[in-house]
T-cell receptor, first 115, second 112 residues
Framework: DAGVIQSPRHEVTEMGQEVTLRCKPI?????LFWYRQTMMRGLELLIY????????DSGMPEDRFSAKMPNASFSTLKIQPSEPRDSAVYFC?????????????FGQGTRLTVV | GEDVEQSLFLSVREGDSSVINCTYT??????LYWYKQEPGAGLQLLTY?????DMKQDQRLTVLLNKKDKHLSLRIADTQTGDSAIYFC????????????FGAGTRLAVHP
């Protein structure tokens, strides 16, 4: 398996534009997570899905953020409209529960810069 | 709550031991994890410990778990420059569904 695949790797956009980040989890994994990493706040869990269903989106900062998982092999995180303070590295991770142990595998991340 | 706390920075001399500490508030996690993030990369699982264990050793890595104090530590023996990275502790706490909660990460700097 190629691992968790995120695209794009880098995104530079102007304030007010819509940004869509994409993630392909590892086949067979039933949980998917979106994290945001900044120097100020560290690693924050934004939302996670289990079996394609959003379980907890309490980490989503505002209504400008939305995430979908239409099927087991694809998820998107959308920011509309984007703002400079959204600049961060966004990680997608997936995992599969095996006897209470669930190793999360991370993608390489998308570095978002909003100018 | 699900707070996981770590100190933000640690600087050690090459060849010395590094000890990275983590505390958590919820003791329900079956496993506790240490992840490593190298520059420009995502996080990778480094090691983990089952909650019924006190210690786990894996080559240069030693994980100690004090359940009473809700304290987890990672010791790296003979620290090398290649160990410079950010280290995260994590656990799956009350609520299940594999919700992995991370600490803020400890940035380890190894100098000659």
């Amino acid at each position: 398996d190629a691992g968790v695949i995120q695209s794009p790797r880098h995104e530079v956009t102007e304030m007010g534009q819509e940004v869509t980040l994409r993630c392909k989890p590892i086949s067979g994994h039933n949980s998917l997570f979106w994290y945001r990493q900044t120097m100020m706040r560290g690693l924050e869990l934004l939302i996670y899905f289990n079996n394609n269903v959003p379980i907890d989106d309490s980490g989503m900062p505002e209504d400008r953020f939305s995430a979908k998982m239409p099927n087991a092999s694809f998820s998107t995180l959308k920011i509309q409209p984007s703002e400079p303070r959204d600049s961060a590295v966004y990680f997608c991770a997936s995992s599969r529960d095996v006897g209470g142990k669930a190793e999360a595998f991370f993608g390489q991340g998308t570095r978002l810069t909003v100018v | 709550g699900e707070d996981v706390e770590q100190s933000l920075f640690l600087s050690v001399r090459e060849g010395d031991s590094s000890v990275i500490n983590c505390t958590y508030t919820d003791s329900s996690s079956t496993y506790l994890y240490w992840y490593k993030q190298e520059p420009g990369a995502g996080l990778q699982l480094l090691t983990y410990i089952f909650s019924n264990m006190d210690m786990k050793q894996d080559q240069r890595l030693t994980v100690l778990l004090n359940k009473k104090d809700k304290h987890l530590s990672l010791r790296i023996a003979d620290t090398q420059t290649g160990d410079s990275a950010i280290y995260f502790c994590a656990g799956i706490f009350s609520g299940g569904y594999n919700k992995l909660i991370f600490g803020a990460g400890t940035r380890l700097a190894v100098h000659p």
